[in-house]
């Protein structure tokens, strides 16, 4: 007797083994299979047969490499107009009083005027575009092609202007927006979202920016997307690597800031790197809650006059640049690199350091309180390193050996407590200095100044990110009055 069949059960028996599903059986006989998981061929023969899928592709990595090419050029347009101020400087060092004011207030005027969107980093504006509440096309407002174009040439604007910006933050914004053209080109279910898109072109911009790829991807992963889609993240980063190797093309495969001597790290080291990642943190966060309150309207009556009178406002700051400038002998001008590398090459600065970063502190934020189009990633790294040289020059027990890395340190450490992104920061400064034998140093300044930072303010970007949507969104609905009997 056969035992019965339990109900909701296939009385069929099941296949035999060595079939293949949906074939008939093999009565019995082994015969070879070939799983449909390892079959290479099979794989290779169905990727080639989406003729379309790898249209999309290609055209998604050309733009990878247009963004690529926008920030090399956005780079030479930058050094250019940076070497003309110079000049200019050189030559009259008393003209820049009139010249800074003059070309700030000219660029407030452009920028309200023409691209609203192209004001300040460019990183808050990709985050914006990212943001999920965003009603159908007002992700144009802050990342397009048209405002890509404004903020290559807005953005060297400022560097002719002297101005304490950088163009590192703008890079993003640039290949973001020439990564989000891409879209237009490609069918509605192709898989590659705007999201994807702007994460890559993004991530790209800083790739590009610094030569750091592998910062490129942490800073996709860290802050623009929080997290990257299995189905496209093989692309986004296939773009990053595209845009980064037309960096290496166009400069070559060096080191942002050339190679550090790292001395011997021991316990000797213990202090002034627990000193520096504290300073750093505290003036990160303070720098971060001073940019917050300065730029997303809080109420105070140099923000009355701003709203009223941007030009004016823009002008004044320039004038209080120049006096700044001219102070520190010129120092205070420019992103900072020059000297960064004057202090890890141990030459003398035309300024004492304590003052150097005090008053590069001040340049940057009223540069960004300004409202011209320009980063401050350079600018951070800079005063990070002023950090570092203050803190080597202290009586402390081969301090002095200790500068480079101390200033490698500093660089990380405020730049991860200005960003609130302590990855990002201890792995570009990794890659600009070719810091291998640092990491751990690095790496635990980032995450001690970030965790400091957090104690002291928001993050920077989130809470402009959140400004700028909010703009577009307006005011929440209020609730109806009670009404009273």
Known sequence: MHDAQPPGLNPSPGPN?????????????????????????????????????????????AHAVVAGLAVVGFTLLSDGAF???????????????????????????????????????????????????????????????????????????????GLSLGREGPSVQV???????????????????????????????IAAAFNAPLAGVVFAIEELSRKLESRSSGLVLAAIVLAGLMSVSAFGNLSYFGVIRVPRQGWDMLLPGLLVTVSCGLLGGLFARLLIASLTGAPSRF???????????????????????????GATFGAGSETVRHMLAGEEQSVSAPFYVTLKFVATWLTSWAGVPGGIFAPALSIGAGVGHNVAQFPLDGAAELAPALIAMGMAAFLA???????????????????????????????????????????LYLALAETMVKTVLGPPPTAPAPSHP
């Open 417 to 459: 407590a200005v960003t609130q992104a302590p990855l990002t920061a201890f792995i570009i400064v990794m890659e600009m200095v070719d810091g291998h034998a640092m990491v751990l140093s690095l790496m635990a300044a980032a995450m001690l100044a970030s965790l400091i930072s957090r104690l002291i303010s928001r993050s």
């Open 17 to 61: 083994p060595g079939s293949h599903p949906g074939q008939p059986p093999s009565g019995g006989h082994d015969t070879p299979h070939h799983d449909p998981q390892t079959d290479f061929l099979q794989n290779f023969q169905n990727e080639l047969s989406n003729g379309r899928q790898w249209v999309e592709r290609a055209i998604v990595l």
């Open 303 to 329: 923000n009355r006059w701003r709203a009223r009178w941007p030009v004016r406002f823009g002008m004044a700051l320039g004038l209080v640049l120049a006096i700044i400038g001219l102070v520190t002998g």
């Open 83 to 161: 070497s003309l101020f110079q000049a200019l400087y050189a030559a009259w060092p008393w003209a820049v009083l009139l010249w800074m004011p003059l070309l700030t207030g000219a660029i407030v005027w452009l920028t309200r005027r023409y691209a609203p969107g192209a004001a300040g980093s460019g990183i808050p504006q990709v985050m914006a575009a990212l943001d999920p509440m965003l009603p159908p096309g007002a992700h144009r407002r802050f990342v397009s092609l048209r405002l890509a174009l404004a903020k290559m040439g807005l953005g060297a604007a400022g560097l002719l202007a």
């Open 175 to 205: 290949a973001a927006g020439v990564m989000q053209n891409a879209q237009r080109w490609l069918r509605p279910g192709s898989g590659i979202d705007r999201q994807a898109l702007l994460v890559a072109g993004g991530a790209a911009g």
